[in-house]
Structure formats: C-alpha cells, structure tokens
C-alpha cells in the first residue's frame, strides 16, 4: 500500500474502506456539531450587574465584584437609641413614621443615606429614631458629635429644662448620641419677664393665674404662639411682670 494511505480494510469486506476514527479532527470526537437556523435569536442578555470596588489580584490589579442591580444595601445604617426595620413592598416613609408614631421630618433626618427620600427600595434598612412624638412649633435638630442637651439649649438660647421637657422620649438627658432627633421648643425670644417652661395640663390661663398676671397681658407677650388655647409640655412661654395695683 502507498505511504499516507488513509484507507484500511474494512472488516466487511475486502476493498472497502472507512475513515480512521483516529484521523477525525479532535473537535468532531469531542463536540458533535449542531445545525442552527441562520436566524436564531441570540442568548438572552445576563443579568445587569454593577460593579463595585473590591480587592486586588495576586499581580496587584484591581478587581471588582458585581452585585444585580437594583438590589437593596445591605445591612442596617446606624440608628442611635431608635430602631432599625426593613422596608416592605409598599412602603415609604411617610407611613412608617405613622406605623411608629414619629414625625417624618425625624426620620427623613435620620436616614441621610437614602439618595431619594421618596424612592424606597424592598428590602434595604432604615432607621426610625427615638424621637419626640412631636415638636410643635419648635424645630427638630439632629445631635452632633459633642453635643449636649446644654450645648443644644444654648445654641437655641432656650432654657434647659425646657429642651428636657419637650424630650420625653430621652432615658437619659444626660446622655445623647449623635443621630438622635431632639426637640428645641418654641420660644418667645426677649422676654421682659419671667421665662416658664410649659408642664404638662398647664394653660395659658392657668399660668396667668399662678403668677397673677392678666391673661391678655401673658397673650400679648408671647406672640409666638399662634393659637392661646393649645400650648405644649417644653414649650417656654414669657410671663410678664405683674402691674402693680
């Protein structure tokens, strides 16, 4: 037979001939190939993934992990003297600061992680504080590190024990963490008088009465409150000194 003869004999019989199995390329024994219609819509898409920072390759090249995007962050933000929940499908936060009973513009201010206060996403934390149930007139502020109910009062020019009045919600007023929701009261400002921190069932009719000064002088000089009848525990109201006789 000629050198390079690919042929051998066929064991049916003399002269016949069939390809060598070990003369196939390597690819047709491995992969058998599949007829696919010139049309066939490609693979779908994986999913959209977003990279984010990790760690670095054994040369030193930066490597990134991928997360699905769209997920949720993980992991609680930190919450100091409230709580933590999960976002449910449907939320937003408007309606857990009325599930817990807290003003919104407390949690807005405790969660400045959120991007979009109006876009929550199912799944991810937010942190409802331990803030007052409310703070009528007054203004909420967020503790800052270093800060004291004192250093707080002071910067608002009210009194102490005003601030403390209108916290109910502080276990300790001595002890504040940065983060927390505390309420500085309305106060009247310059007070030709005597400066009193509203207790609770207090009036203003009821003060005028204890200090024996005329209800339409008490109004008068506390021009911050915007309606006599309905004044608040912390709220720092002006007495004026009683006309003499």
């Not at 004291?148 to 102490?160: D, E, H, S």
């Not at 109910?168 to 030709?192: F, K, M």
Request: aromatic residues 4%; hydrophobic residues 35%.
């Amino acid at each position: 037979m000629p050198e390079g003869d690919a042929t051998r004999p066929h064991p049916d019989g003399p002269g016949a001939a069939a390809p060598a199995e070990d003369d196939k390329p390597r690819e047709a024994q491995d992969h058998p190939a599949v007829d696919a219609p010139a049309d066939a819509d490609p693979p779908p898409p994986a999913a959209a993934e977003a990279s984010v920072p990790g760690g670095t390759s054994p040369q030193g090249v930066p490597e990134t992990a991928t997360v699905p995007a769209g997920a949720a962050p993980e992991g609680p933000p930190p919450c100091p003297g409230g709580q933590t929940v999960r976002v449910q499908p449907g939320d937003t936060l408007f309606l857990l600061a009325q599930r817990y009973g807290v003003p919104l513009a407390a949690v807005i201010l405790a969660n400045p992680q959120l991007g979009d206060p109006d876009r929550l996403v199912p799944g991810q934390w937010i942190c409802i504080p331990s803030a007052p149930p409310g703070c009528p007139g007054g203004h909420l502020v967020v503790v800052r590190p270093g800060d004291t109910l004192f250093a707080i009062a002071q910067r608002f020019r009210v009194p102490l024990e005003a601030v403390i009045a209108a916290n109910p919600q502080l276990a300790d007023p001595d002890r504040i963490e940065p983060g927390q929701i505390v309420c500085v009261p309305r106060s009247p400002g310059r007070c030709e008088g005597v400066p009193y921190v509203v207790q609770p069932g207090d009036t203003l009719f009821a003060i005028a009465q204890r200090f024996g000064v005329d209800l339409e002088a008490l109004t008068a000089a506390n021009p911050q409150i915007t309606n006599p009848d309905r004044i608040w525990p912390g709220e720092v109201v002006c007495v004026p000194t009683a006309r003499e006789a």
